[in-house]
């Protein structure tokens, strides 16, 4: 397909979710700030620190897709990458929320089709849609996410702006953040362990890939920081952009595949953050007061009035923290409690159950 004009406006894309940034600081400041990770950014590329970036293009672009949707509140653009030969396409549940006309695919060598939607989970910003195939599609190649350092050279493709087959370089410049971005107009959701790099990434390649310099896909590409000022936010990239690392997101797509929908864990436990002064008395630093339990929780000997302070490992010092560790888990997953029942330290397993529809 033939690039758009240069001339081409970031509001002709629908955005990806902005992450506000002030100047070069590195909190975030939407849904109350990122629970950051604790690896450190690296702030140059060192000169053997780049992929053969043609290389990566003539191995990766025959995979990845512009995805056109139209809808009632009006049309734009984003990004997807083929995960199986049938037709499935992998791309971010925002990227295809407008759509109520429909989805159109342009492949790398200009062919289009109409596509559907298998489904969609708003929680981690992933969707899958469908066009049908005559003949078997190439399919990006995954890479393994926890291999991944710091530093390391990356390559990110898509259609920024509507332009369509575009590559940017960069390197990974941080894992493990935890990044709150909205879901709609009234609700947020935090995208977990995401991969930050600093390869451009600009409204439209939203739902592309994040490949290592072999074209193994490691992450989506999902949110950018931008810089607010005097006439507003920055519409472009500023060097911060963040990846849902590669496992979690095919992890939710062959559920959608399999499903059409997503079923999210619960963990059947009703809690609330402990205060500081009831924690200091306990003798804890922290924790979720566990007010009332069902289903997994209370299969796993939970009950009112134990106080949790740490799951699989990780301090439970907020809903959040609770909400981060389900996220990244599925039903039926095997979980750790740490938990006190009258002054005395205990562990639980408890096997997460499917939340309630609803």
């Known amino acids: 397909m033939a690039s758009e004009p240069a001339t081409t406006t970031p509001h002709q894309s629908p955005r990806p979710w902005q992450i506000w940034a002030i100047a070069a600081a590195i909190a975030l400041v939407v849904g109350g700030g990122a629970a950051w990770g604790t690896t450190a950014i690296v702030s140059a590329v060192t000169p053997d620190a780049v992929c053969n970036a043609q290389r990566v293009a003539d191995r990766v672009l025959p995979t990845v897709v512009t995805l056109d949707v139209t809808g009632a509140s009006g049309s734009g653009n984003g990004t997807g990458e083929v995960i199986r030969d049938s037709g499935y396409i992998l791309t971010n549940s925002h990227v295809i929320a407008m759509t109520a006309s429909g989805i159109t695919v342009t492949f790398s060598n200009g062919q289009t089709a109409p596509a559907t939607l298998v489904g969609r989970d708003t929680r981690n910003d992933i969707a899958v849609v469908k066009t049908e195939a005559d003949t078997a599609l190439p399919v990006i190649d995954t890479g393994d996410r926890h291999a991944l350092a710091v530093g390391q050279p990356v390559v990110a493709l898509g259609a920024p702006l509507g332009l369509s087959s575009s590559v940017t370089a960069g390197i990974v410049s941080a894992l493990g953040r935890n990044v709150p971005v909205p879901v709609d107009d009234t609700r947020s959701?935090?995208?977990?362990?995401?991969?930050?790099?600093?390869?451009?990434?600009?409204?439209?390649?939203?739902?592309?890939?994040?490949?290592d310099c072999a074209g193994h896909m490691i992450g989506v590409n999902t949110a950018i920081a931008t810089v607010p000022g005097?006439?507003?936010?920055?519409?472009?990239?500023?060097?911060?952009?963040?990846?849902?690392?590669?496992?979690?997101?095919?992890?939710?797509?062959?559920?959608?595949?399999?499903?059409?929908?997503?079923?999210?864990?619960?963990?059947?436990?009703?809690?609330?953050?402990?205060?500081?002064?009831?924690?200091?008395?306990?003798?804890?630093?922290?924790?979720?007061?566990?007010?009332?339990?069902?289903?997994?929780?209370?299969?796993?000997?939970?009950?009112?009035?134990?106080?949790?302070?740490?799951?699989?490992?990780?301090?439970?010092?907020?809903?959040?923290?609770?909400?981060?560790?389900?996220?990244?888990?599925t039903v039926g997953d095997?979980?750790?409690?740490?938990?006190?029942?009258?002054?005395?330290?205990?562990?639980?397993?408890?096997?997460?159950?499917?939340?309630?529809a609803g």
């Not at 409690?337 to 330290?345: E, K, P």
């Not at 639980?348 to 939340?355: E, G, H, M, P, S």
């Open 189 to 211: 959701t935090v995208l977990a362990g995401a991969i930050q790099t600093d390869a451009a990434i600009n409204p439209g390649n939203s739902g592309g890939p994040l490949v």
């Open 230 to 329: 005097e006439t507003g936010a920055s519409g472009g990239s500023v060097g911060i952009g963040f990846a849902v690392p590669v496992d979690l997101a095919m992890r939710i797509a062959d559920e959608i595949i399999a499903h059409g929908s997503i079923s999210y864990p619960s963990l059947g436990a009703q809690v609330t953050p402990v205060p500081p002064a009831a924690a200091k008395a306990w003798g804890i630093p922290h924790g979720l007061f566990v007010q009332a339990v069902t289903g997994a929780a209370a299969t796993a000997g939970l009950q009112a009035g134990d106080v949790i302070v740490s799951i699989d490992g990780r301090a439970m010092d907020s809903i959040d923290a609770l909400n981060l560790v389900l996220i990244t888990k």
């Open 334 to 356: 095997d979980i750790e409690i740490t938990y006190l029942r009258d002054g005395d330290q205990r562990t639980a397993t408890a096997t997460l159950t499917a939340a309630p």
